[in-house]
């Protein structure tokens, strides 16, 4: 079911994002949820863990310089590598453990949220 909605979503936000802003970067966002949907299992094997966690961070990046470069809203995105780093350091901590689960959920209600925004924006 996680990877149907990654891909669900991916596809949603390739093709809505392409629209509103005709950068590739989206399109490597959605990507990299693809790959994060597709290697759901990563206790699985040491490749599956390597493609999901690869695809986060394709997704963050891209996403994040579309955040700032595209839509202007590098607040959101410095918010966003904040609250990543606390997950870290909480990590280092350990007082956390799943911080990788937290660091993606941030990432994709990042990329919804500002998407959504940007298409209220538009469409005033």
Sequence with gaps: ?????????SIIL???????V????????????M???AASLIK?????EQVHVGGVILSLLSSQLVIIFIFKLWYIS???????????LLNK???IYNYIYWIEVIIFNSMFL??????WITMK
Excluded at 22 to 33: H, Y
Excluded at 44 to 48: D, I, L, P
């Design 1 to 9: 079911i996680f990877t149907l909605w990654m891909w669900s979503y």
């Design 93 to 95: 901590l350990k007082i």
């Design 44 to 48: 699985e094997s040491k490749t599956t």
């Design 35 to 37: 790959f994060t949907g």
């Design 114 to 119: 500002t998407l959504f925004y940007e298409l």
């Design 22 to 33: 005709d950068t590739p970067l989206m399109f490597f966002s959605g990507l990299g949820l």
């Design 78 to 88: 410095l918010i966003i590598f904040i609250i990543i780093f606390i997950f870290i």
């Design 14 to 20: 390739i093709s809505i994002g392409l629209n509103i």
